[in-house]
């Protein structure tokens, strides 16, 4: 008789478990008879994967300007100040294109 009590104890040890391993990975649960529950909340799990999903995209796209925008900054032959200056060093009578261009491209 103490056997009895020791099998049905670990049967039903094993099947909390299950169960318990079932809802951490997010399976579907099985009820005392051998049926399966579906999760309550599966439908907004749904909706925070495709926001997160989303979110992973936006962060690429971001990561991606990013290095162009490093790109620009770190590169030799950049430097900010020069360019400044060069346009400080132009004279004031080169403001443009001037309106009546007699010289036409060649092809």
Known sequence: MDWIIA????????WIINN?????????????????????????VKQLKAENRELHDK????????????????????????????LRDKPARDTGTPLDIETKEKA
Do not use: C, N
Not at 7 to 14: L, M, Q, R, Y
Not at 34 to 44: A, L, P, T, V, W
Not at 59 to 86: H, W
């Open 59 to 86: 962060l690429d796209a971001m990561q991606d300007r990013m290095v162009v925008l490093e790109k620009i900054v770190t590169d030799r032959g950049y430097s900010l100040a020069d360019e400044i200056e060069a």
């Open 20 to 44: 318990w391993i079932r809802a951490k990975y997010g399976y579907d649960l099985e009820d005392e008879w051998g049926g399966k529950s579906k999760r309550s909340d599966e439908k907004k």
């Open 7 to 14: 099998i049905v104890a670990i049967s039903t040890g094993g």
